[in-house]
């Protein structure tokens, strides 16, 4: 970045300087830049606002979907059909190409809105001192070296080296992940400080939660923190996920045998056997039609948007249809901490009286739950000493905490509503409380003293002080600790025990002291303060809590095969604890932000895989752990809810944003989004995109073996000098009539039993598994000999007519195929068992359709005009459904051959 000075320190290092030498540097001071000097600097630097990325016209992001191997195939046989004048092959191979295409086109432009997104969250608006005069200019209009001033509730507009505070507090949660604001100060902090250690800067995007203070400018536009994530954001390549990885390396496969089998059948037919060039290519177009899939991607489509429905209705939005069937291969979830897998709303947990420690029921601000003492419920009306300190939590506070619509809402800072809350729990009421103890006077908190302290007097006129702050700021102004109802000495060293307990188990600290006020004294000094004299009353632990619910999310996760890595920008002792309360283990392994930057790629691959909870972590850091995890052989989904989370959202395989707490940079970087911000959602779309993978296997396992004895049947014909069993017509009616009728039924199929007990599938197993491979030819075999033998049967033996004997093959193999759709109700387990063959709605819905279109086909005199075929007398019916009963008994006994031998 160029400065005024020329070469300097990068954005990142302007913490290591102090504020007099920040100014110096852009040639300011504190009554801020002329108007002709911000002017100049404008047109060097340009405006305050992120750049806006090069996006491809709609016409080249339409035309880039028809690149596909399959698609050209389609495309070929489009135009032969049409020159032949084959009309309505022509309009169906188009109309399959074109749905696909626009499929793709509609669900492009991911990336773009994201930073879209980012770029919304700039100030609109800031308060600037130039010529020496405070005024109001738009926030693209700054520039280094400008002076700016904040006040609670702004936006920082800019990334600012801050010159004063006044009790400064801002909320960095977008950038840093941390669960409570951040107080800031104007020395100049380590230069290794990770950003959420840099209290001498303010960062643009970030909110102004209490106080005021000031900044000089020294980073606008790209070259600010969030302006730095989206360049990153940029740069990362989203990846393809593994089902469509998988169907273009199988399109390709599948290309080759049908130009090979096609051009094969063509020389072999016209110069071998002699047949009419036109009627060779017919038959070729035939073959190359029959062979490739049409209905595949349509039933795949449709079974994705039916998990997106479904997911819907658990609260997962997905914004990326394929996203759908990733979250069934996922075998690694990197989760965002505060908001994602805990509440972002403070509680008190634990309360240490001089004599017993308190555990504290109920999370969040909800007045939920109780106090235990060993385990045991306590009423804290008998213990006199934490009844007084909850009193003191309360009144010692400037939040609100009140109900709104079933919801419990907090104003003010998060840890002064964590205090309302415990002592709504003990039963105080807040309004009751405040009349009986009315405020006469009160020094707000304030990080010189690090203490709140308020003065109460009763309707009699005694006096009380109570004070609140830093354990060690409050230790040091007690002459004597509560005990039970009366005061004893203050044990220092058992107090910091207690400290050093708490923290261990990763709590913020907080000390309650109390002392009695002169009946005549009405305002409350420093001094008054200093005097010290105060008893303390307890040592409270409040922690941003883990959710019940992901709790057991979790375990489900870890049970699925899945493992669960926290990736926060907290603090590594209270990421350890969460992580230890999320079960994921005691001892848990965690590492820091300043480890990882000294590891290499290979050091961070093996680190990835021992330690589950990396804290204190940058936007760089989170991107590099997924990366490792996906080099891993990982799929890896990223949750998260901050503008931090966005690059490593994108890059991850499924990226999920919260939906209510999560910035909207966030949401359009990912392909889910939570409605209710709840981890277990996460669980529950995994269920549902390992039925959704299961339901496209199934299509697959019912299509690809229809069309390969389609393929059989005309290819064996040819062989043997035989007319065609099927016309092109007839077989484009099989492909997206009945088997797209038939597979899609399987979109609908419920999961399999044990779906979440088995492990994630390998993301380098092949589309087409080993049993797949084995079972695709295998039911192939049997539909092409039902349909073949038929034909030939109809045609040698009882000397039928071609169109007779081609109706005959027909309904044969059709047959054969609504058979074959019962014994894909389940996979690999017998469908007999437990009645699993009657509890699919939607199979017997689909053959019923079938039988009615395959009737209307076979007998309605227009589809015989159009089609070829003739009506079937009834005596050839028996053979037809002889053949289907005979697939599935064939193949239930297949099914439990393979468990016997191949468990």
Known sequence: MDTANGETPSSRDWHTLSAEDALSHWQSDRQGLSAEAAKERLSRYGPNSLPAPEKAGPLLRFLRHFHNVLIYILLVAALGTALLGHWVDTGVILAVVLINTMIGFIQEGKAEKALDAIREMLSPKAAVMRDAKRREVPANELVPGDIVYLQAGDRVPAD??????????????????????????????????????????????????????????????????????????????????????????????????????????????????TYPLDEMFLAAVSLAVSTIPEGLPAIMTIALAIGVQKMARRNAIIRRLPAVETLGSVSAICSDKTGTLTRNEMTVQTVVTAKQRFDVTGVGYEPRGGFLLDDDDVDPDDHPALNETLLAGLLCNDAVLYERAGQWVMEGDPTEGALITAACKAGLDPHQQHERLLRTDVIPFESDHKYMATLHHDHEGHGRVFLKGAPERVLSLCESQREGGRNAPVDREAWHRHMEEIAARGQRLLAVAVRDAAPKQRDLTYAHIEEGDFTLLALLGIIDPPRDEAIAAVK??????????????????????????????????????????????????????????????????KLRLVQALQADGRI?????????????????????????????????????????????????????????????????????????????????????????????????????????????ALAFEPAEPGVMKRPPRRPDAPLLSGFLLW???????????????????????????????????????????????????????????????????????????????????????????????????????????????????????????IRKFFP
């Open 160 to 273: 600012l080296r801050l010159l004063e505070v006044k009790n400064l507090r801002v909320e960095e949660a977008v950038l840093t992940g941390e669960s409570v604001p951040v107080e800031k100060a104007v020395d100049p902090v380590a230069a290794d400080a990770p950003l959420g250690d840099r209290t001498c800067m303010a960062f643009s995007g970030t909110l102004v939660a209490f106080g005021r203070g000031a900044g000089v400018v020294v980073g606008t536009g790209a070259h600010t923190e969030i302006g730095r994530i989206s360049e990153m954001l940029g740069e990362v390549q989203s990846l393809q996920t593994p089902l469509v990885r998988q169907m273009e390396q199988f399109g390709r496969w599948l290309a080759v045998v049908i130009i090979f089998i096609s051009a094969a059948t063509f020389a072999f037919g016209y110069w071998v056997r």
């Open 556 to 621: 489900e996760c870890r049970e699925a095969g899945i493992g669960v890595k926290m990736i926060t920008g907290d603090h590594l002792v209270t990421a350890r604890a969460i992580g230890e309360q999320l079960g994921m283990g005691n001892g848990i392994a965690a590492l820091s932000g300043h480890e990882l930057e000294d590891m290499d790629e290979e050091a961070l691959r093996r680190a990835v895989q021992e330690a589950d909870v990396f804290a204190r972590t940058t936007p760089e850091h």
């Open 636 to 744: 890896v989904a990223m949750t998260g809810d901050g503008v931090n989370d966005a690059p490593a959202l994108k890059r991850a395989d499924v990226g999920v944003a919260m939906g209510m707490k999560g910035t909207e940079a966030a949401k359009e970087a990912a392909e889910m989004v939570l409605a209710d911000d709840n981890f277990a959602s996460i669980a529950h779309a995994v269920e549902e995109g390992r039925t959704v993978y299961d339901n496209i296997r199934k299509a697959i396992l019912h299509t690809l073996p229809t069309n390969a004895g389609q393929s059989l049947t005309i290819m064996m014909a040819i062989l043997m000098g035989l007319a065609l069993p099927l016309t092109p017509v007839q077989v484009l009616w099989v492909n997206m009539v009945t088997s797209v009728t038939l597979a899609m």
């Open 775 to 897: 079972r695709i030819p295998f039911v192939a075999i049997l539909l092409w000999a039902g349909t073949f033998g038929h034909f030939v049967y109809m045609e040698e033996v009882l000397g039928v007519s071609d169109e007779l004997a081609r109706t005959v093959a027909i309904n044969t193999l059709v047959a054969g195929q609504a058979f074959y759709l019962l014994n894909l109700r389940l996979i690999h387990q017998p469908v007999l068992i437990g009645w699993e063959v009657f509890r699919s709605r939607a199979m017997w819905i689909a053959i019923g359709v079938l039988i009615v279109l395959q009737f209307t086909f076979t007998f309605a005199p227009v589809m015989n005009t159009l089609f070829g075929t003739t009506p079937v007398p009834l005596e050839h019916w028996w053979r037809i459904l002889l053949f289907g009963l005979l697939v599935f008994i064939i193949v239930e006994t297949e099914k439990v051959v």
